[in-house]
């Protein structure tokens, strides 16, 4: 037993005949070859081409009008004003003009931009609480110490929405008029929700919630952020739904921009509310007027008013249709070349001299 | 296991059966620990040992940083869960390895022995057993620890070892117990043996021992002699009892083993410089972010400081960047990724397990599967350019087997080769009619056999003199079971055949030899024995018939025999040496045979002028040498023998293609210069196309310089007649200086494939002389001696042999000892910068297999030193070719892919934070979230190139073999080099511009379809890290050349992971638990929705790989790499379903196949080497003169004492000793014995008596006995021979009147059996 036993030991020394451990399992070698790889490249210039000329002519129905208002107009004055942190808490409004040769057809979106505001430093970004901001009553009253020493309590008091970005929070507002040639201006009807994405509204940001007690009176052991004119529970003061950490503005704001020139959504133009507005805004003469809050002097930036129309695949964007049709361009050329080299050299390169 | 280290032994005192006493010392005991850890110190000593590593430092270095939350700039976890887990897989390879190793451990330890304990032999384990033990040790056993011998079953406590696993000698060897001791022969006796050994401490030295022996108030002398050493195995001794003088780690082998060193391979080092470079090039990435940070901070941080005041530390832009720097040290830190050496690690494991499971590597015959032993060297099999291999067991299987013979001007034996190819090998010859035949013996031509059934004359005395003429010795144990033992191969094989053909060699005595001819038993008596040595390379025989005719048998090399040949030879001589030379040309080993008849007066006059020889004071050796020369002339040719000295299977074949591999062979042998050149030829290492085979056999400096320059400037003069003599060539002094090896970039560029072949017509411009040695290489084979090479090694000359050793095609080193064999390694390595490979079976091979890069053992033979010294190990030569050309080749291959597109993807996917950094205020924010960064490494990447790196072929492995040009690259270093390194960064740092740029143009100022903008910081992280893995992605896929299974799930399933695990965390189950951890929440769902940003990843990848497939299609029509080539051929072949069209296969490879035999046949003239077969050392003759080896046989016993008390025979045994000669002295003494015999006054000096010292003049004392007793038996049956036949010649007290009844007996004993 025991000697059959080694002896099959023995013989087991000799490894497995499996296409695994012999290295033979089966597969597929590709290898660059004329045949495939020349009209891989045509084919892949060649769509890239025509996918550069479709969106080009998606692009070409949107439309973008954008409107620097940092010193335009009346609204230098603000920009004076608002030179000196004294004044911060002064009021200022102003209004810019601008006229649209064409109508802008389907949604209209009104965006504010800020340059050079940067949204995207590692202390800002990290200075926040998204626990607090869920709604979590713990970490309303004890917020986390990413929103920093200066964002976090004012004088012991916790600070409601805590942290650098919702302390820097933007707060002009705007109201957009239009001013057909013959009757008197006419507010153009934006939404002013539905702006931010739909997980953050409804799951990300949440107040925090108290059985019996009203959003001021949750909020009441805490602080208005330090920029802040009004507490986080007064932002909109039309909308009650519209207050405390799901103010739509708000959630907007904390989503923080890639790159320190940026615009955020402000309004949607509301299409049903007037015929007027049906199809979009209409040629014509408008106004925003702004109440100029948001000092952006200090730190050499610049505040816009932008307006655009989407198309399927969103708003306007010179960068995409034109680098695929550049890089659809440039494939087709490597493609002809490659083709040249390897009628010429090719060919023979690869041959065995049998 | 934590005692007191004693101070160092400075003598060793050892006391048999005395442990008490001994344990005084606290000598180490038998039990041997090779391991490393145990179950508690594995976890501190193990990562106390990782930590050693750079790289584990520095991430942990790193983690320490990422605690200052001031430079975090990421998550404590990015780095710690990357590094918990290199560690642990570390930590487990290296328990597994330590498990095996204390495995191992346990197996030698709990080996069985048989200790003598209170007088009764117990068995044992080995770690049991102690210093100052008498064990027992039986026939082929392994020897447990250093022991000195005290006594052994055969006479004069003679015992034979062989000594392969020590040093490689497979032949065997003598050692001697001390007479005193040699009579304890039963247990009871020996447990009384209280004697104490004083000696020198553990020390390396093997062939060294030196001690005193204290009993009984006597002291002996002690030396290597009477040592028996762990690793050595018992041979052709029953049993013998030993005491213990070192045990376990003391022993000689073991010290000798030493400690391993760890070898690391060219892509180690290289990977270390680039990951060197890389921190370098961190650092600077660091510093620019820095200032990058310094220059914001001051110019736009500070007016941004009302949204962001700097942290309470900070307060200036200075202090600022200092922070930036170590937190972009930290963001950066992906561009040496951790995961680099623990996937290296793992790749080069796969690869060992696929060697080990290759059953094309395994050995059906001695049921040996290849194995690696090291894994961590694979790649460089692919990258070998000079191996350097052993002999004896490694290229040949140490099996001389008789093949051919001339006799009288007839060939026999050629069946084999007039058949032609061999359908039908001829029937293996019946020697049933010989009842004492060998069974093993093959020979296939039917005319020897009927010659001697016809009783040719010629052929008769052939064999008689095969059968008569030699050192071997018998051994009969039971009637007919013969067994020779032979001092080397070759004679055992020629006295084997002469005993399969009829002329059995039965036994001998000192005087007599006795052969049973055709089964009639002749004793002869022999006269003389003139022995063999280097110089006369010949050994004779001088012996009486019964008819009383005395005749000279000789045989020996062919070019001293037709020297001393009778005129009337001539003609048999010219269709002799025909044959001789055929032979030759197959690579067999040829000797020629002759004879003479001497009248009695020739011999009386001869026997006298030699004894006159043998009494000379002063040059006694040249006057013996003269005197044999005397006699050995006018000699009659019988024929010459052809003795194949087995290559193992597939030698030359694997050379040749090893060779057109570019790869050179050294044969390093401890072989003689005959047998070494004539292996090289039968291997085809040397072949007669060859210009010129240099002999450098000079005994001096000068001489050997010489000799060198001579070759080389050959080799340059014929260079230079070729190149049309253009180009003067400078002066050899000069060149030899600045051709030497220090110009790696001369070295690398001249060797071309194509300059082998043909030297080039048209010359090239400036043709430095090593491209001009290259490009004579090819044609010349070098051959140096061991004494030269001790020369030739000197730091003065080194360079200059090795100029010309590498010019040459073929190099061997013959009779080297181990330790040159290893010094020459180191040459070639110090001075080659290129991959050297030692291949040996035998403990002689340890050295050099241990200096080489890569050492590969030959396994399944008996000695396992070589094998435990080695990093591959498998049991045949030809195997060798598979591990290079296929998996050496492969690993090279897949690790240069698998490096480059590994740096590759780490800069791909850190650099981008780079770019990011000037736009977010160099404030090292990162682009990616926090996990994606954690996981891309081990999870999101790490598997598909690991398969690449595992499974990936270029080309099939038939094609490696059938194109050994494959191999270059590796050779070369094309595949990963620092260049390709260059070209692989920025092929990432290119990707990291495009990863970066084109979701920035686009993303910056698009909106989605809801109007909502993407700019967004989540967005754009999520968008580039799609990007990034789909990028990389099918950029792995490009690279991976061999698509299996496993490849395709690993790609595919990472692309899955990403996406799965993308969207767990940014999903709502983990934010609800932890929101300020996975902040991301719904970026994935609300990115991957858009278009745009699938266009955007689209473009990205388009943009990324477009110049990549495009540089690569070029590269392969411009520039076709042959195994582009190979790969293109086959891809053809496949489409045209022609599987048996194996079209490129002349152009390139076209190997030994054509080569072979027929080939080698044509054109040979004047090449014929006479391989002499003859011992490495002067044979047995003076053992066999002086009688003391020989054996009392049973029967001859169980006779003697039927008849003669037994008393006389202890007496006799008293008597006796003298202990061997050891060899060099041997062939006067033996041969002078019968001279004397005719003249007895030389009778019994009494000189000899024994003295313990053993120091009497050995010469005398045994041949003086002899002399008392060996007139030829036949004639004078009551020759006194027996004292010699019994015991030992060296009694020489024994009276010849004593003696001469049983001489009478004895040898009708012996003769009559």
């Not at chain 2, 060779?659 to 040397?686: F, P």
């Not at chain 2, 591959?872 to 291959?893: A, D, I, K």
């Not at chain 2, 990162?926 to 996990?931: G, R």
């Amino acid at each position: 037993m025991a000697e059959n036993e080694e002896k099959a030991k023995a013989q087991n020394r000799c490894p497995d005949n499996s296409a695994f451990k012999q290295q033979r399992l089966p597969a597929w070698s590709p290898s660059l070859t004329a045949e495939t790889v020349l009209p891989f490249f045509y084919l892949l210039g060649i769509a890239c081409v025509l996918l550069g000329v479709l969106l080009q002519i998606t692009m070409q129905n949107t439309q973008e009008i954008k409107v620097d208002y940092t010193n335009a107009e009346s609204c230098d004055m603000c920009f004076e004003t608002r030179k000196y942190k004294v004044n911060a808490s002064r009021e200022c409004h102003c209004s810019i003009t601008f006229s649209l040769k064409e109508r802008l057809e389907g949604d209209v979106f009104f965006y504010y931009g800020l340059v050079n505001f940067h949204q995207n430093l590692r202390r800002y970004m990290d200075s926040r609480d998204d626990a607090q901001l869920l709604g979590r009553i713990k970490k309303l009253k004890n917020p986390s110490v990413y929103c920093g020493p200066n964002f976090q309590y004012a004088n012991g008091t916790p600070i409601a929405p805590c942290g650098a970005i919702a302390n820097s929070m933007f707060n002009d507002s705007f109201a957009l008029f239009f001013h057909p040639l013959v009757d008197r201006p006419l507010r153009v009807p934006l939404f002013r929700k539905g702006i931010a994405w739909y997980t953050d509204k409804n799951i990300k940001f949440h107040n925090p919630y108290v059985p019996n007690e009203s959003l001021p009176q949750v909020f009441q052991a805490t602080a208005k952020p330090l920029y802040w004119q009004k507490p986080v529970y007064e932002l909109d003061p039309n909308d009650s739904t519209n207050n405390g950490f799901i103010n739509e503005d708000l959630i907007v704001w904390m989503r923080e921009a890639a790159f320190p020139n940026f615009k955020k959504l402000y309004g949607i133009l509301d299409r049903q509310s007037s015929k007027m507005f049906e199809q979009g805004l209409p040629a014509g003469n408008y106004s925003v007027s702004i109440s100029y809050n948001f000092p952006v002097q200090y730190f050499r930036g610049r505040k816009q008013v932008v307006l655009s129309t989407v198309s399927w695949f969103g708003g306007q964007n010179h960068f995409l249709p034109i680098a695929y049709l550049v890089t659809g361009c440039v494939t087709v050329l490597v493609a002809v070349v490659l083709t040249v080299v390897y009628i010429k050299f090719g060919k023979k390169g690869l041959k065995m001299e049998d | 296991m934590f005692k007191e280290k004693p101070p160092p032994e400075e003598e060793r005192k050892v006391r048999a059966n005395d442990r008490e006493y001994n344990e005084k010392f606290q000598y180490a005991n038998n039990c041997i620990m090779t391991s490393k850890y145990n179950i508690i110190t594995f976890l501190p000593v193990n990562l106390f040992e990782q930590f050693q590593e750079v790289a584990n430092t520095y991430f942990l270095f790193l983690l320490i940083l990422q605690l200052i939350p001031q430079i975090s700039s990421l998550s404590w976890f990015t780095t710690i869960v990357p590094l918990v887990l290199v560690l642990s897989i570390t930590a487990v390879k290296d328990a597994t390895d330590d498990y095996f190793r204390h495995k191992s451990d346990n197996q030698v330890n709990n080996r069985q022995s048989q200790v003598l304990i209170n007088g009764t032999l117990q068995n044992e384990k080995w770690m049991n057993v102690r210093v100052g033990d008498i064990i027992r040790l039986e026939n082929n056993q392994f020897v447990a620890a250093d022991l000195l011998l005290l006594s052994s079953s055969e006479p004069h406590g003679l015992c034979y070892i062989e000594t392969a696993e020590l040093d490689g000698e497979t032949n065997m060897k003598v050692r001697q117990s001390l007479p005193v001791t040699s009579e304890l022969g039963d247990p009871n006796s020996l447990a009384q043996f209280d004697g104490e050994v004083i000696c020198e401490p553990p020390n390396n030295k093997l062939d060294r021992f030196c001690g005193t022996l204290y009993w009984r108030e006597n002291k002996y002398g002690l030396s290597n002699q009477n040592m028996l050493l762990r690793g050595c195995v018992l041979r052709n001794t029953e049993s013998c009892y030993g005491l213990v003088i070192f045990a376990g780690p003391d022993t000689k082998l073991m010290q000798n083993s030493g400690r391993t060193k760890f070898k690391r391979t060219s892509i180690d080092r290289l990977m270390n410089t680039l990951v060197l470079w890389i921190f370098g090039f961190l650092v600077c990435m660091g510093v620019i972010l820095a200032i990058g940070n310094a220059v914001w901070e001051k110019e736009v941080g500070f007016l941004f400081q009302s949204y962001l005041p700097w942290d309470p530390p900070v307060d200036n832009f200075l202090f600022s960047a200092f922070l930036a720097f170590w937190s972009y040290v930290i963001i950066l830190n992906t561009v040496v990724p951790i995961s680099l050496y623990v996937s290296v690690e793992v790749i080069r494991l796969g690869h060992s397990y696929f060697i080990n499971w290759d059953r094309r590597m395994f050995c059906q015959r001695r049921n040996t599967p290849a194995e690696a032993r090291t894994t961590t060297l694979n790649e460089e099999l692919g990258q070998v350019e000079y191996i350097f291999s052993d002999k004896t067991g490694t290229l040949t299987q140490n099996i001389m087997t008789f093949n051919k013979c001339s006799i009288n001007g007839h060939a026999y034996g050629e069946v084999i080769d007039t058949l032609g190819a061999q359908p039908k090998r001829a029937q293996r010859l019946d020697f049933s009619f010989n009842p004492l035949a060998d069974r093993d013996f093959c020979f296939y031509d039917q005319n020897l056999l009927d010659s001697v059934k016809l009783g040719e004359p010629a052929v008769h005395e052939f064999f008689r003199l095969l059968s008569l003429c030699h050192t071997v010795m018998s051994e009969e144990k039971s009637e007919g079971e013969l067994m020779y033992k032979a001092q080397s191969p070759d004679e055992g094989a020629l006295v084997t055949a002469a005993r399969n053909f009829g002329f059995v060699f039965r036994s001998r005595t000192p005087s007599t030899v006795t052969v049973q001819e055709l089964g009639r038993s002749v004793t002869y008596a022999l006269l003389a024995i003139l022995d063999f040595n280097n110089i006369r390379k010949r050994m004779s025989v001088i012996v009486r018939n019964p008819e009383g005719k005395i005749r000279l048998y000789c045989k020996g090399a062919d070019t001293l025999l037709f020297e001393r040949l009778h005129p009337c030879n001539h003609d048999l001589m010219n269709v002799t040496s025909d044959h001789l030379n055929e032979y030759a040309a197959d690579g067999l080993r040829t000797l020629v045979l002759a004879y003479r008849d001497l009248s009695e007066q020739q011999w009386e006059d001869w026997a006298e002028r030699r004894r006159s020889a043998e009494r000379a004071a002063d040059y006694r050796e040249d006057r013996l040498a003269a005197a044999y020369e005397e006699i050995e002339q006018d000699m009659m040719l019988l024929g010459a023998t052809a003795i194949e000295d087995k290559l193992q299977e597939g030698v030359p074949e694997t050379i040749a293609i090893l060779s057109l591999a570019n790869i050179k062979i050294w044969v390093l042998t401890g072989d003689k210069q005959e047998t070494a050149v004539n292996i090289g030829y039968s291997c085809k290492m040397l072949t007669d196309d060859m210009s010129e085979v240099f002999i450098i056999n000079g005994h001096t400096v000068q001489r050997v310089r010489e000799e060198l320059r001579r070759a080389r400037e050959r080799m340059i003069e014929s260079a230079r007649s070729r190149e049309g003599g253009k180009e003067g060539v400078m002066d050899w002094a000069a060149c030899s200086l600045e051709n030497g090896f220090g110009g790696q970039s001369g070295e690398q560029g001249g060797w071309h494939p194509q300059q082998e072949e043909k030297p080039q017509q048209g010359s090239p411009p400036a043709p430095a002389l090593p491209s001009l040695l290259d490009s004579i290489s090819g044609e010349y084979a070098l051959v140096i001696s061991g004494h030269s090479l001790a020369h030739a090694l000197e730091a003065d000359m080194e360079r200059e042999f090795l100029d010309t050793a590498c010019a040459c095609k073929a190099v061997i080193c013959c009779r080297v000892t181990p330790l040159q064999k290893a010094l020459v390694v180191e040459l070639v390595k110090k001075h080659k910068k290129a991959v050297t490979l030692a291949i040996g079976d035998g403990a002689n091979d340890v050295s050099m297999i241990k200096t080489a890069h890569i050492g590969v053992g030959i396994s399944g033979q008996e000695g396992i030193q070589a094998v435990l010294a080695s990093d591959y190990s498998f049991s045949q030569f030809r195997f060798l070719q598979r591990l290079l050309l296929v998996h050496g080749r492969w690993s090279y291959l897949r690790m240069c892919r698998f490096l480059c597109y590994f740096f590759y993807k780490n800069f791909a996917f850190t650099m981008v934070h780079f770019w990011f950094g000037f736009f977010c205020g160099f404030s090292a924010q990162t682009v990616y979230d926090q996990y994606f960064i954690t996981l891309y490494n081990i999870v999101y990447t790490s598997l598909p190139v690991l398969a690449m790196g595992i499974f990936d072929q270029d080309v099939p492995e038939q094609r490696s073999l059938e194109y050994p040009k494959l191999y270059e690259p590796g050779q070369l270093n094309l595949l990963f080099n620092k260049r390709e390194f260059f070209i692989c960064i920025a092929q990432g740092i290119y990707t990291s511009v495009v990863l970066f740029c084109v979701p920035y143009g686009v993303l910056s100022q698009a909106t989605r379809n809801d109007g909502i903008p993407l700019a967004d910081y989540q967005t754009f992280a999520v968008t580039v890290a799609t990007s990034l893995v789909i990028v990389v992605s099918v950029q792995i896929a490009l690279d991976t050349g061999y698509w299996t299974a496993i490849n395709h799930f690993f790609v595919w399933g990472s692309l899955g992971a990403y996406f799965t695990i993308l969207f767990a965390m940014h999903s709502n189950i983990l934010f609800s638990i932890f929101p300020n951890q996975f902040h991301f929440f719904g970026s994935a769902q609300n990115t991957l929705i858009q278009p745009v940003v699938w266009l955007t990843i689209a473009l990205a990848t388009v943009v990324c790989i477009v110049p990549v497939l495009a540089f690569r299609f070029l590269k392969l029509d411009l520039k076709p790499q042959l195994s582009d080539t190979v790969r293109y051929t086959q891809l053809v072949r496949q489409k045209k379903r022609k599987p048996g069209g194996r079209g490129g296969r002349g152009a390139h490879g076209g190997v030994a196949g054509l080569g072979g035999g027929a080939l080698g046949r044509l054109g040979r003239a004047g090449s014929r080497r006479s391989g002499y077969a003859f011992a490495h050392q002067e044979g047995f003759g003076e053992l066999i003169t002086s009688g003391k080896n020989m054996r009392l046989s049973s029967l001859a016993l169980a006779t003697f004492a039927s008849r003669h008390s037994a008393s006389w025979i202890d007496t006799l045994r008293k008597k006796k000793q003298q202990p061997p000669q050891p060899g060099g002295e041997g062939s006067p003494a033996s041969s002078y014995t019968a001279p004397l015999s005719t003249s007895s006054s030389m009778l019994g000096p009494p000189d000899t008596q024994a003295e313990e010292t053993g120091n009497t003049p050995l010469g005398l004392a045994p041949s003086g006995s002899s002399s008392a007793v060996t007139p030829t038996p036949v004639r004078s049956p009551g020759g006194e021979s027996t004292g010699g036949w019994v015991v030992s010649l060296g009694a020489v007290q024994v009276t010849p009147t004593a003696s001469a009844p049983v001489s009478g007996l004895t040898s009708r004993i012996s003769f009559h059996v």
